[in-house]
């Protein structure tokens, strides 16, 4: 394509080198421009002559411009490597000791397409950071208390106690009758004792999720020695209440249906405030007196662990001393609950043996099981903690958050590692074998009439085996990393190609640096692992990648005991990794039976508890829409 709108053109060219220019020349005058009370006839004499030198540089790179884009089958890309090469006039000034500014030009990553753009910022060097923002270290945030209601247990000793027993909390649902189901298990809360912790009549009318929500948000305030006598001293402004729902108050919303068949006049007017996720968290803060940060989140199954981290971001920012986080859900009903999943295919059907219906990793999972519950976690900034002498059970080092992108329900397909994964359970006969050293890999798969190409790092203990290649899907080729071709892609190509397991796996990661821990470090996780077919193998391969096949990492799931808890997951497996973190154990999988093919079990925990001195605990949760998110504890040391 040729013309003033072609990205090859002479136009284009001249823009291109028009705007180096005029970086560098700004970033000159900045760099030579000292107060005018200072400048003698030297400086201005120095400062003559070393624009010239730019000016002369500068025409010299656009000249260079001009020829690389004179020739046929020039683009962008070729403009975009001129510009790399052009020499900022910053390092220019300093390699001849005129620079009198500590600014610099900072460059980012080439683009690897030459349909990327490619960013060129000035940015400020640590030492201009470090004058114009006083270095404050970083507030440490600890868990103090907490407090859980659960099908295992209300009490958080009584909980964890029955999960290292390997009990399950997953019976026949007995709320209402549920007959016409194709699942009719849950674990289910039969009773609840809410004497002491919600009056009769706010217990009579709130929705089940925000009356567990409290009572697990005052037993974990007790857990935490929070007494009226600390309660009085604290900085009432800086305390906060987040936790949230990824269900709400759905109880409500049906039984005010159910009321409108009947008249209009029969709906409770507390249907709407006591429906609302946002409601439990104000309730408890109306209860407790606290004017700090207050709301809630919903982003599904991952709500619990979204509402901890952004907690703790509050105490990090110093706009908390204490904040009461976690998660709560109570959806096992017949309309949106129970109902909704069951029309989604999502629930597991095993009704004649409820115990053995979550089975997260075996290979005869068939769905998750519902459960309800809440979990609330006493975050503490650390001197606030140490000063009024409280407990300290583990440390919050961080975490992180990622979209998926790609579907509201399933998790983004993972072709390229499940098949690297695959391989060598694959039937034979295989077509070629290719022995690779560990080493950077391209990989060409076929799309349509096109073919995609990405790079893969392998496995070490992958390559040790050698890679099973079938030439009719695609092959593999060992490049050294001079040469690799980084998301080269040809038309027709899907761009979610090439995000594979991205998700996930950037979550993983970026809780890692977030939280400065290694992945040597962490030996303990509590996988999402909901008992589905796709789930439970997406995130383990995740793991894997992140990890490695490292025998002294251990992974269980909670859910295994208890089933999905929805939004309250996230807070109630957290309380579970710090109990672990505590005591020393870890809690049992149990049904795994018949693990599923290409799990390695080796990482993961058997059928019996484990002791563990656990130097970094990583929590997973995921939500429909594709929320992804990571936690990580470790002892307080």
Same mark, same amino acid.
């Given at each position: 394509?040729?013309?003033?709108?072609?990205?090859?053109?002479?136009?284009?060219?001249?823009?291109?080198?028009?705007?180096?220019?005029?970086?560098?020349?700004?970033?000159?005058?900045?760099?030579?421009?000292?107060? !005018?009370?200072?400048?003698?006839?030297?400086?201005?004499?120095?400062?003559?002559?070393?624009?010239?030198?730019?000016?002369?540089?500068?025409?010299?790179?656009?000249?260079?411009?001009?020829?690389?884009?004179?020739?046929?089958?020039?683009?962008?890309?070729?403009?975009? !490597?001129?510009?790399?090469?052009?020499?900022?006039?910053?390092?220019?000034?300093?390699?001849?000791?005129?620079?009198?500014?500590?600014?610099?030009?900072?460059?980012?990553?080439?683009?690897?397409?030459?349909?990327?753009?490619?960013?060129?910022?000035?940015?400020?060097?640590?030492?201009?950071?470090?004058?114009?923002?006083?270095?404050?270290?970083?507030? @440490?945030?600890?868990?103090?208390?907490?407090?859980?209601?659960?099908?295992?247990?209300?009490?958080?000793?009584?909980?964890?106690?029955?999960?290292?027993?390997?009990?399950?909390?997953?019976?026949?649902?007995?709320?209402?009758?549920?007959?016409?189901?194709?699942?009719?298990?849950?674990?289910?809360?039969?009773?609840?004792?809410?004497?002491?912790?919600?009056?009769?009549?706010?217990?009579?009318?709130?929705?089940?999720?925000?009356?567990?929500?409290?009572?697990?948000?005052?037993?974990?305030?007790?857990?935490?020695?929070?007494?009226?006598?600390?309660?009085?001293?604290?900085?009432?402004?800086?305390?906060?209440?987040?936790?949230?729902?990824?269900?709400?108050?759905?109880?409500?919303?049906?039984?005010?249906?159910?009321?409108?068949?009947?008249?209009?006049?029969?709906?409770?007017?507390?249907?709407?405030?006591?429906?609302?996720?946002?409601?439990?968290?104000?309730?408890?803060?109306?209860?407790?007196?606290?004017?700090?940060?207050?709301?809630?989140?919903?982003?599904?199954?991952?709500?619990?662990?979204?509402?901890?981290?952004?907690?703790?971001?509050?105490?990090?920012?110093?706009?908390?001393?204490?904040?009461?986080?976690?998660?709560?859900?109570?959806?096992?009903?017949?309309?949106?609950?129970?109902?909704?999943?069951?029309?989604?295919?999502?629930?597991?059907? @095993?009704?004649?043996?409820?115990?053995?219906?979550?089975?997260?990793?075996?290979?005869?999972?068939?769905?998750?099981?519902?459960?309800?519950?809440?979990?609330?976690?006493?975050?503490?900034?650390?001197?606030?903690?140490?000063?009024?002498?409280?407990?300290?059970?583990?440390?919050?080092?961080?975490?992180?958050?990622?979209?998926?992108?790609?579907?509201?329900?399933?998790?983004?397909?993972?072709?390229?590692?499940?098949?690297?994964?695959?391989?060598?359970?694959?039937?034979?006969?295989?077509?070629?074998?290719?022995?690779?050293?560990?080493?950077?890999?391209?990989?060409?798969?076929?799309?349509?009439?096109?073919?995609?190409?990405?790079?893969?790092?392998?496995?070490?203990?992958? %390559?040790?085996?050698?890679?099973?290649?079938?030439?009719?899907?695609?092959?593999?080729?060992?490049?050294?990393?001079?040469?690799?071709?980084?998301?080269?892609?040809?038309?027709?190509?899907?761009?979610?190609?090439?995000?594979?397991?991205?998700?996930?796996?950037?979550?993983?990661?970026?809780?890692?640096?977030?939280?400065?821990?290694?992945?040597?470090? %962490?030996?303990?996780?509590?996988?999402?692992?909901?008992?589905?077919?796709?789930?439970?193998?997406?995130?383990?391969?995740?793991?894997?990648?992140?990890?490695?096949?490292?025998?002294?990492?251990?992974?269980?799931?909670?859910?295994?005991?208890?089933?999905?808890?929805?939004?309250?997951?996230?807070?109630?497996?957290?309380?579970?990794?710090?109990?672990?973190?505590?005591?020393?154990? %870890?809690?049992?999988?149990?049904?795994?039976?018949?693990?599923?093919?290409?799990?390695?079990?080796?990482?993961?925990?058997?059928?019996?508890?484990?002791?563990?001195?656990?130097?970094?605990?990583?929590?997973?949760?995921?939500?429909?829409?594709?929320?992804?998110?990571?936690?990580?504890?470790?002892?307080?040391?």
């Amino acid at each position: 394509m040729t013309g003033s709108g072609s990205l090859s053109s002479p136009l284009c060219t001249w823009l291109v080198a028009a705007c180096m220019t005029v970086t560098c020349s700004k970033e000159s005058k900045h760099a030579l421009s000292p107060p !005018s009370s200072t400048i003698s006839n030297r400086s201005r004499r120095r400062k003559a002559a070393t624009v010239a030198a730019l000016k002369c540089n500068s025409n010299n790179k656009y000249n260079n411009y001009s020829s690389d884009m004179s020739g046929a089958g020039s683009s962008l890309q070729g403009i975009m !490597s001129s510009c790399l090469a052009f020499e900022p006039c910053s390092h220019y000034y300093a390699s001849n000791g005129l620079l009198r500014s500590n600014r610099k030009l900072r460059r980012f990553h080439p683009p690897a397409l030459s349909g990327q753009a490619m960013a060129v910022a000035v940015q400020p060097t640590k030492e201009v950071e470090t004058k114009n923002k006083p270095h404050t270290k970083q507030k @440490r945030v600890v868990v103090t208390g907490m407090g859980v209601v659960s099908p295992l247990g209300h009490e958080t000793d009584v909980f964890y106690n029955n999960l290292l027993e390997g009990v399950s909390g997953i019976s026949q649902i007995e709320a209402f009758d549920c007959a016409q189901f194709s699942s009719r298990i849950a674990g289910e809360i039969k009773s609840i004792s809410t004497d002491g912790w919600v009056s009769p009549k706010l217990a009579r009318r709130m929705d089940k999720f925000m009356l567990y929500m409290l009572i697990a948000g005052k037993k974990a305030l007790a857990d935490g020695g929070i007494s009226e006598d600390v309660m009085d001293g604290l900085n009432k402004a800086k305390c906060g209440v987040l936790i949230g729902s990824a269900m709400g108050g759905m109880k409500v919303f049906n039984d005010a249906i159910e009321a409108l068949r009947i008249s209009y006049k029969k709906v409770n007017p507390f249907c709407v405030p006591f429906a609302t996720t946002n409601m439990g968290s104000a309730m408890l803060a109306m209860d407790l007196g606290w004017m700090g940060p207050n709301y809630s989140i919903s982003t599904a199954c991952a709500t619990g662990n979204f509402c901890i981290l952004n907690a703790a971001n509050h105490i990090i920012r110093g706009e908390a001393d204490v904040m009461l986080c976690g998660g709560s859900d109570s959806a096992i009903i017949p309309i949106g609950g129970l109902g909704g999943f069951v029309a989604c295919r999502a629930l597991s059907q @095993r009704n004649d043996d409820p115990t053995k219906a979550s089975r997260p990793w075996d290979m005869n999972r068939d769905g998750f099981v519902m459960g309800e519950g809440a979990g609330v976690l006493l975050l503490e900034e650390l001197e606030h903690a140490k000063k009024r002498g409280a407990n300290i059970y583990a440390e919050f080092l961080g975490g992180s958050f990622t979209c998926d992108a790609y579907h509201m329900t399933e998790p983004r397909p993972d072709e390229k590692l499940k098949y690297l994964g695959s391989l060598f359970h694959s039937d034979p006969p295989y077509d070629y074998v290719i022995n690779c050293e560990p080493a950077m890999v391209l990989i060409v798969e076929p799309w349509g009439f096109w073919y995609l190409f990405s790079t893969c790092v392998l496995q070490k203990e992958l %390559v040790a085996f050698g890679i099973v290649c079938h030439l009719s899907y695609s092959y593999y080729y060992e490049l050294k990393p001079v040469n690799l071709l980084l998301n080269v892609v040809f038309p027709r190509c899907d761009a979610h190609s090439f995000l594979d397991w991205a998700g996930v796996i950037l979550c993983i990661e970026k809780a890692l640096a977030q939280s400065g821990v290694s992945k040597e470090d %962490v030996n303990y996780i509590n996988a999402h692992a909901t008992s589905t077919p796709a789930g439970d193998l997406k995130e383990y391969q995740a793991l894997m990648h992140c990890f490695g096949h490292n025998s002294g990492l251990r992974v269980n799931s909670t859910k295994s005991m208890i089933g999905h808890l929805l939004g309250a997951s996230g807070a109630v497996e957290a309380i579970a990794t710090v109990q672990a973190i505590k005591t020393g154990w %870890v809690h049992p999988n149990i049904n795994l039976e018949n693990p599923e093919q290409g799990v390695d079990t080796s990482v993961l925990v058997g059928p019996k508890k484990e002791r563990l001195d656990i130097k970094a605990a990583l929590s997973n949760s995921f939500g429909f829409g594709g929320h992804n998110s990571s936690i990580i504890f470790a002892p307080f040391k």
